[in-house]
């Protein structure tokens, strides 16, 4: 069964370099992640703060919404994991009825 979630993708790499993520890296997670479940929503960025083992992370974050399984999440946050060396990725389900309704006349 599917379900809505949104993950929260990162603006900096993980890895302790906080170099900026480039637009064409996005473009190859959006692309990954679109095979795995068939459509995605990006929102616009919002600014987080975080902290962990004490510290402060202040930082941007794009919120993306996915249709998809759990066992398709579970594979997209992997992806997120590896793609943009993070420690931590935040996703959480939105809603467990999703419903497409597609027009069937003819426009």
């Known amino acids: 069964m ?6 929260l993708v990162p603006t900096r790499y993980g890895d302790g ?5 480039r637009k064409r ?9 679109l095979a795995i479940s ?14 962990y083992e004490g510290e402060l992370y202040p930082e941007k974050m794009i919120p993306v919404r996915v249709m998809c399984s759990e066992e398709q999440m579970k594979t997209i946050v992997e992806l997120t994991l590896q793609h943009y060396r993070q420690r931590a990725v935040m996703f959480y389900r ?12 003819t426009i």
């Open 2 to 7: 599917k379900k809505l979630f949104e993950i």
């Open 17 to 21: 370099s906080s170099k900026p993520i």
């Open 25 to 33: 890296h996005h473009l190859e997670w959006d692309k990954r992640v």
């Open 38 to 51: 068939g459509g995605l929503t990006i929102l616009y960025p919002s600014k987080g703060k975080w902290v």
């Open 94 to 105: 939105l809603s467990d009825q999703v419903e497409i309704v597609y027009n069937t006349k």
